[in-house]
């Protein structure tokens, strides 16, 4: 297994954790030189608080983890395309690469409503691959909002 599929087959783990807590399924972990250095998975329900996205808890537990806020050479591997406010957050701490699973149509902002990440205005850069385990990243959203439909139908 190639490593970009191994650490988005851990953020896929966060995802199911995020499930099975009743949270959208979105998990993300913060890699340093190969090693899991963050771990997030949603958990705006559980603690109500709107910042509480998987991406941002793995950012955070990594500058934890480094002592800093500044996550140079950092990866974050998320299994949903990140919001406006993540993608921003991925700037702001300087994270060197991004890889994620599945796009978000509905407020993907690093190519499908928006491209925070390729604005040249921006003092950093940050590379970007997607579409690593793109289907399994997408069925556990598409079998957790189908969960969550039937029992509302009920």
């Given at each position: 297994?190639?490593?970009?599929?191994?650490?988005?087959?851990?953020?896929?783990?966060?995802?199911?954790?995020?499930?099975s807590q009743g949270e959208v399924p979105v998990g993300?972990?913060?890699?340093?030189?190969?090693?899991?250095?963050?771990?997030?998975?949603?958990?705006?329900?559980?603690?109500q608080n709107p910042l509480a996205h998987a991406e941002?808890?793995?950012?955070?537990?990594?500058?934890?983890?480094?002592?800093?806020?500044?996550?140079?050479?950092?990866?974050?591997?998320?299994?949903?395309?990140?919001?406006?406010?993540?993608?921003?957050?991925?700037?702001?701490?300087?994270?060197?690469?991004?890889?994620?699973?599945?796009?978000?149509?509905?407020?993907?902002?690093?190519?499908?409503?928006?491209?925070?990440?390729?604005?040249?205005?921006?003092?950093?850069?940050?590379?970007?691959?997607?579409?690593?385990?793109?289907?399994?990243?997408?069925?556990?959203?598409?079998?957790?909002?189908?969960?969550?439909?039937?029992?509302?139908?009920?």
């Open positions: 297994m190639h490593a970009d599929e191994q650490f988005m087959s851990m953020a896929l783990e966060q995802a199911e954790l995020a499930a993300a972990v913060a890699v340093l030189q190969g090693q899991v250095i963050g771990r997030g998975h949603n958990r705006r329900e559980t603690e941002l808890l793995a950012l955070g537990e990594a500058a934890q983890h480094l002592g800093a806020w500044r996550l140079l050479g950092v990866q974050l591997f998320v299994t949903l395309e990140p919001c406006t406010m993540c993608a921003g957050a991925l700037i702001q701490s300087r994270i060197s690469r991004l890889v994620f699973g599945a796009r978000d149509a509905k407020a993907g902002a690093v190519g499908s409503l928006y491209h925070v990440l390729e604005d040249s205005r921006h003092n950093h850069h940050v590379e970007v691959v997607e579409g690593v385990l793109e289907e399994p990243c997408a069925f556990v959203l598409k079998k957790f909002f189908s969960a969550l439909r039937q029992s509302k139908a009920r």
